[in-house]
């Protein structure tokens, strides 16, 4: 009985199971292949729609900035990276073209 308690708390003698050494890295490689179709891949897209969106800002479109302000672009400085937008009557203002979120299609 003693003896026996003694084998199980050794575990398994050496050359038996275990698994080799790929089998070890196997549920870790699994766990990186997961992660990267669920999250890695989905955010490249959309940072990559993003920019495209941010590229292709054009005199005239309506948009909505990341802080939620609603405009109208009413001029473009290539060399700054800005916009200027129309937010209401004689107001305008300058933004970076990183903080529109969204470009209001049909209005």
Avoid: C, H
């Avoid at 955010?43 to 941010?54: E, G």
């Amino acid at each position: 009985m003693v003896y026996t308690m003694m084998l199980l708390a050794m575990g398994a003698p050496a050359g038996e199971g275990g698994g080799g050494g790929f089998g070890m890295f196997l549920p870790i490689i699994l766990i990186f292949a997961i992660m990267y179709f669920l999250i890695f891949r989905p955010q490249a897209k959309k940072q990559k729609q993003q920019r495209l969106m941010v590229e292709a800002l054009k005199k005239g479109d309506k948009i909505v900035t990341i802080g939620g302000m609603y405009g109208q672009i009413v001029g473009i400085k290539e060399k700054e990276g800005t916009i200027v937008v129309k937010i209401a009557e004689n107001t305008k203002v300058e933004l970076a073209r990183t903080s529109v979120a969204r470009v209001l299609e049909g209005e």
